[in-house]
C-alpha cells in the first residue's frame, strides 16, 4: 500500500508548529492498515469508523488517524459527504484549502519526499489561505469551511484570498445547514486567536 503523512500535521511541520495529530492517508484500506500498525506496536485500542473508512489511536501523546484515499460527494442538505474509494488525487483535490493539500511519502521509495499538488508549500510561505478548487464548490460542499478559512487566517495570522472572501460572501446563508455548536466551536477559536 502507499501511504502518506496529510494535512494538518505536514502544515504545521512546514511552519514549525506544535503538531500531536498526525493524518496518514492510505492508497487502500486506512482501516486494515491502521490494524497492521497498531497490531506492530500492540495497540489494543483502536477507534474505527467504518461508514468513512477511518480508524484512530493514541501513540505516545500523537493522534494517529488514517484514512483509505476517497472521493466526496455531497447532498445539498447536509455536511455529511457520501465518500466512495479514490485516488491520492482524488483525496487532496478534496480538501478545504491548500494549505492542508501537502503530502509527504512514507514510501520506501521516495521516503520524505514533499508532495505539494496545490501549491501548498507557496501558499504557507506567502501566508495565504486559499482553496484547492472553486471556492463557491468547496463551501456549497462544506458550508463550515468558511469559517474555518476565517480560523485558519487568524490563528496563523494568514490573508485570506479575495475569491474565498468573495465566495463567503456569496454562500454565508449555507452556514444554515451547520450546527450550532459546531459554528460556535469555530468562533470560539476565532476569538482565542492572535489576530
Known amino acids: 500500500m502507499k501511504v502518506y503523512a496529510v494535512g ?3 502544515r504545521d511541520l512546514v ?5 500531536n495529530d498526525l493524518d496518514i492517508l492510505v492508497i487502500g484500506s486506512g482501516v ?3 490494524q497492521k500498525v497498531a497490531d506492530s506496536l500492540d495497540i489494543t485500542s483502536i477507534s474505527y469508523f467504518k461508514n468513512f473508512g477511518t480508524a484512530h489511536f ?3 501523546g500523537m493522534n494517529v ?3 483509505g484515499a476517497r472521493k466526496e460527494s455531497y447532498d445539498r442538505n447536509t455536511r455529511k459527504p457520501i465518500v466512495e474509494d479514490g485516488t491520492f488525487e482524488d483525496d487532496i483535490s478534496r480538501r478545504d484549502f491548500t494549505i492542508n493539500t501537502l503530502a509527504i511519502s512514507l514510501n520506501k521509495k521516495d521516503f520524505g519526499k514533499l508532495i505539494d499538488t496545490y501549491d501548498g508549500y507557496d ?5 495565504i489561505i486559499k482553496t484547492p478548487l472553486d471556492p463557491i464548490k468547496t463551501f456549497d460542499d462544506d458550508p463550515l469551511r468558511i469559517m474555518r478559512a476565517f480560523r485558519f487566517a487568524s490563528q496563523l495570522i494568514f490573508n485570506i484570498d479575495e475569491t474565498i472572501m468573495t465566495a463567503s460572501r456569496e454562500m454565508r446563508e449555507r ?3 451547520v450546527s450550532q455548536e459546531r459554528i460556535t466551536d469555530e468562533f470560539l477559536k476565532i476569538i482565542a486567536s492572535p489576530k
Do not use: P
Not at 511552519?15 to 503538531?19: F, P, Q, S, V, W
Open 8 to 10: 494538518g500535521f505536514v
Open 15 to 19: 511552519l514549525d508548529r506544535e503538531r
Open 58 to 60: 493514541d501513540f505516545e
Open 65 to 67: 488517524e488514517f484514512v
Open 175 to 177: 452556514l444554515s445547514i
Open 32 to 34: 486494515e492498515f491502521a
Open 123 to 127: 501558499h504557507i510561505k506567502n501566508q
